[in-house]
């Protein structure tokens, strides 16, 4: 993880694992977006559900597109593990999108 190719996906990944929601919300651009399995979501309400009140742990088994796009062995209290795909849209140094899905 501490190898990731974009910084701002490292920090994204980081603040994951660690629980660290300041330092997540940080990270996201203004009017940040996401989509889970290609379906918008609302980022405050999903990413409370699927990570931070669940436990959501990233572990990164490979990337591309310069450390954009994720493939994640990803694990959470509510569903388990399952094997995901992240694809990151980043301007500066903040996270204007992400969208996640089953890989």
Known sequence: M????????????????????AAFDALLAPGATMADDGTDRDVADWTDREIFSSNGHMDVESESDGGRVLTVSYRNDTWGEMRTKWQFSVD?????RFETGQA
């Open 92 to 96: 500066g140094d903040r996270i204007s």
């Open 2 to 21: 501490n190898r990731l190719a974009d910084p701002t996906v490292r920090a994204f990944v980081t603040a994951v694992n660690s629980h660290d929601k």
